[in-house]
């Protein structure tokens, strides 16, 4: 990695010296950079390169969104994978930055529910010790109302899930959704890591429930490959 990490730094130094019109191989490798400054914990430097990518002008002028009655989408949603797929990059530099954001806002807690659950995901990513993970994750899993007692007792459970939410999770259901939106993708993933991370640990129960809600609605397999993958996963531990 040592190496590797002084090749690309050159490389991307010499070429944004020149200003080469390369826009696309700039912006991998400042992404490819902040990748090793994350692993290196050299978060500040992390977050300048993936500003530096995102400040490039790559990718496509426009592309195609799948929209159908199938798969549902709304129009922020439809915004952000016309967004995604002309700047691909965008995607994984964005979720770096807001993970980055959320690692150096550890004492100013959000103040949205989801946000608040993501928080606790990167803390438990981050855990060497598997009880405080898996406490961690089981007060994620109440905010997202995933957990049992969340359903009845929790406050901050009524605030960040929706009622036809709540009863998918519970019923396992996906009839009368609506469309899917962008928070509801990102809850998706969340809960994907959620039961990733508490089947580790062996806490069965929460983590059944998570994947309940990551199969709960349909995703175009082409337009949201990385979600219906971890619905494979969720499929393989509902059947384990």
Request: proline share 3%; hydrophobic share 40%; aromatic share 6%.
């Amino acid at each position: 990695r040592k190496y590797t990490h002084r090749l690309f730094s050159a490389a991307v130094k010499y070429l944004d010296d020149i200003a080469s019109p390369l826009v696309g191989l700039r912006a991998r490798l400042h992404f490819e950079i902040a990748k090793f400054e994350v692993a290196s914990d050299f978060l500040t430097k992390a977050l300048d390169h993936v500003n530096d990518a995102l400040a490039l002008d790559y990718g496509q002028i426009s592309t195609e969104v799948i929209d159908t009655p199938e798969f549902d989408i709304t129009d922020d949603l439809a915004k952000k994978v016309a967004a995604d797929k002309c700047r691909p990059l965008d995607h994984h530099l964005h979720e770096i930055k807001n993970k980055l954001t959320l690692r150096a806002s550890l004492y100013n807690q959000p103040s949205e529910p989801l946000q608040k659950a993501l928080m606790l995901v990167e803390q438990a990513k981050g855990a060497k010790d598997d009880t405080f993970r898996s406490t961690v994750l089981t007060n994620a899993a109440k905010v997202l109302g995933l957990a049992e007692e969340a359903a009845s007792n929790s406050p901050t459970s009524s605030e960040s899930v929706d009622p036809k939410d709540q009863k998918a999770i519970s019923d396992g259901e996906s009839d009368d959704l609506g469309a899917a939106t962008v928070d509801e993708l990102h809850r998706t993933i969340a809960c994907s890591d959620i039961m990733t991370l508490l089947w580790q640990t062996g806490e069965t129960k929460v983590a059944t429930r998570a994947a309940q809600y990551v199969v709960r609605r349909k995703w175009h397999p082409e337009q949201f490959r990385n979600v219906v993958f971890v619905q494979t996963q969720a499929c393989l531990t509902l059947a384990d």
